[in-house]
């Protein structure tokens, strides 16, 4: 395969990468736009520390499989790179600055073990036929549990915090103070949206 047409990867810590691969987050928050538009696969980092509020739940036993580290676990295709705006504040996801839109997840059957790298990175000319092989199969199907997605998905407070957050950097204040104040609407004692 020739370098300008390697495979291109995401990085992402789990539990959100996992998000991804089964179709529960549509948007990536980033600092800094992308021109790349199409096939992206997701990488799962190594990162564990956003998964201790999932080993509460119940039946986490059954879900641990489901998060794999270090590895090509997916892919999406990003069709568009768009600052963060009041057409996006409907997705709880989304909060920019720039927001990657995906659609077209899939998981794949066996994650890949791949090292990470910061931003969209091309893919290991030693896993290319490895991935290929996985997407020319079907994708997991996974029935996300209750319990599971309330906790991978933000409370609709944090979700108006975080995008009150970024009008504010922006000074679109009419729109900070109102995303702000639904927060506070939602959560009284959320005191960073005070503030």
Request: hydrophobic share 35%.
């Amino acid at each position: 395969m020739a370098a300008e047409q390697k495979l291109k990867c995401l990085s992402i810590r789990q539990p959100f990468s996992w998000a991804v691969c089964v179709g529960e987050k549509t948007a990536e928050n980033k600092e800094k736009k992308t021109s790349h538009r199409g096939l992206l696969l997701i990488h799962a980092g190594k990162a564990k520390d956003d998964l201790g509020s999932l080993k509460k739940l119940p039946g986490w036993t059954e879900y641990r499989d489901w998060f794999a580290l270090g590895a090509i676990i997916g892919a999406v295709d990003l069709y568009d790179c768009i600052e963060f705006n009041t057409s996006l504040e409907a997705n709880p996801h989304a909060s920019g600055p720039q927001c990657y839109l995906l659609r077209n997840p899939r998981l794949f059957g066996e994650p890949i073990p791949c090292t990470g790298q910061l931003g969209i990175f091309s893919l290991p000319g030693e896993l290319t036929a490895r991935v290929e092989t996985q997407l020319g199969r079907p994708g997991r199907t996974v029935q996300i549990p209750e319990d599971l997605r309330n906790e991978i998905r933000p409370s609709q407070s944090r979700v108006c915090y975080h995008q009150g957050e970024h009008y504010a950097a922006n000074e679109s204040f009419e729109d900070a103070i109102r995303r702000l104040d639904e927060s506070i609407k939602l959560d009284a004692s959320n005191s960073r949206a005070y503030f």
